[in-house]
């Protein structure tokens, strides 16, 4: 069984960095390809980015663009998401994801393509 764990969220100031990490297990973690999602209270789970199982494609929403980097390492089993210039609307839960069975240059980008879900780390961003 796919297993899941953020680290990394905290509290950090407007124009503050923070880099998120998700730790993979269970499975051949190459064979994955990953996404972060976030939830604001009260709103939707929204994708943030997603990295095909190579690393060669990506996906940002454009809210994060040229401010987030996802990025990963196979060997490490691991998937970032670095964080810069953050926004008070950046403030949210974060969730790493997993989907299966994807040696494609395909990225997904809604919740109901993922398979497996982290518990979550929460970032706030003062203003």
């Known amino acids: 069984q796919v297993q899941l764990v953020e680290s990394g969220g905290g509290l950090v100031q407007t124009g503050g960095s923070l880099t998120l990490s998700c730790a993979f297990s269970g499975r051949l973690f190459s064979g994955y390809s990953m996404g972060w999602f976030r939830q604001a209270p009260g709103k939707e789970r929204d994708i943030v980015a997603a990295i095909n199982w190579n690393g060669r494609s990506t996906y940002y929403a454009d809210s994060v663009k040229g401010r987030f980097t996802i990025f990963r390492n196979n060997a490490k089993h691991t998937v970032w998401l670095q964080m810069n210039n953050l926004e008070p609307d950046d403030t949210a839960v974060y969730y790493c994801?997993?989907?299966?069975?994807?040696?494609?240059?395909?990225?997904?980008?809604?919740?109901?393509?993922?398979?497996?879900w982290g518990q979550g780390t929460q970032v706030t961003v003062s203003s």
């Open positions: 994801a997993a989907r299966g069975g994807t040696y494609s240059v395909d990225v997904y980008t809604k919740r109901r393509d993922y398979d497996y």
